[in-house]
C-alpha cells in the first residue's frame, strides 16, 4: 500500500492500490520483456559500416602472377583474406527498430506498475504546494539526507504532465546533480524506467493520471 508524503517527508495518508495495479504479473515476463528490448533497439542508431572489397581503396594490380610462383594465386591485395582488405559479411547501415502493438504495449506497461505497486516500491509525493528549492532538500526528502543520498536505492520520480510548469519543473530543475536519481514526466514514462528503478515515486497528480489511463474499460 503507497504511502503519500509532504515535501519535508512527513507521512500524511496511506493510499489503496488501484484495481489495474493490484492483479499478478505472473505470465506477463515475456511482454515486459519485447516491450523493454523494443525500448532499448528503437533506440540504436544503426549507423555503423564496414567496407566491402569493392569499396577498399587500391588492389587493382594482381600481387603476382597466376601461375609459376608455388603460391595460392591471388587477383588482388584487398581480398578479405589480406590484410587491409574488405570485410566479408560486415555491417552496413540499418535500421534496428521493433514493432509492438498498441495492446502489448499497454499491458507491459500496466504489468510494470502492478510489479512495482505489489513489491510496495512505490512512494506517493504531495506537490500541490512543492517548496524545494535546493537539491539537497530533494536528496532529505528521498533518502533522509545529502550523504544517504550518495548510496541510496535508483529512485525515479515521476510528476504529470499538468504540473509540468510548477512542480515538474522544481523538481527536473533539484534533482539533475543527484546520480541515483532520475526526473520524468507521465508522458515519456517507459516500462524500463519503471522497471529500472528500485524506487518510484509519483506525485498525487501522475498517480491520479496513470490510475485513470489503466482504469477498467479504458
Not at 53 to 64: A, F, I, Q
Not at 177 to 183: A, K, R, T, W
Request: charged letters at 25%; hydrophobic letters at 35%; aromatic letters at 6%.
Amino acid at each position: 500500500m503507497p504511502t503519500v508524503i509532504d515535501s519535508k517527508g512527513a507521512t500524511l495518508r496511506d493510499v489503496a492500490i488501484p484495481a489495474a495495479f493490484a492483479g499478478d504479473v505472473h505470465g506477463k515476463e515475456n511482454v515486459m520483456f519485447r516491450a523493454v528490448f523494443r525500448e532499448e533497439s528503437n533506440e540504436r542508431s544503426g549507423t555503423h559500416s564496414t567496407l566491402r572489397r569493392d569499396e577498399v581503396r587500391g588492389g587493382g594490380k594482381k600481387p603476382w602472377r597466376q601461375k609459376g610462383t608455388g603460391r595460392a594465386r591471388q587477383g588482388s591485395t584487398r581480398s578479405p583474406q589480406w590484410a587491409h582488405g574488405g570485410v566479408v559479411f560486415g555491417p552496413k547501415p540499418r535500421s534496428y527498430a521493433v514493432s509492438l502493438n498498441k495492446k502489448e504495449r499497454r499491458l507491459a506497461m500496466q504489468a510494470a506498475l502492478t510489479d512495482r505497486f505489489t513489491t510496495d516500491c512505490v512512494t506517493l509525493l504531495a506537490a500541490e504546494n512543492l517548496e524545494l528549492t535546493k537539491t539537497a532538500e530533494l536528496a532529505a526528502l528521498l533518502f533522509g539526507s545529502a550523504k544517504a543520498a550518495k548510496n541510496g536505492p535508483r529512485t525515479l520520480v515521476v510528476y504529470s504532465g499538468t504540473e509540468a510548469e510548477q512542480a515538474g519543473a522544481r523538481l527536473e530543475r533539484v534533482g539533475r546533480n543527484l546520480q541515483c536519481v532520475e526526473v520524468t514526466h507521465t508522458g515519456a514514462l517507459d516500462v524500463r524506467d519503471v522497471l529500472g528503478y528500485t524506487r518510484l515515486v509519483l506525485t498525487t497528480a501522475a498517480f491520479d493520471e496513470l490510475s485513470s489511463a489503466f482504469a477498467e474499460g479504458k
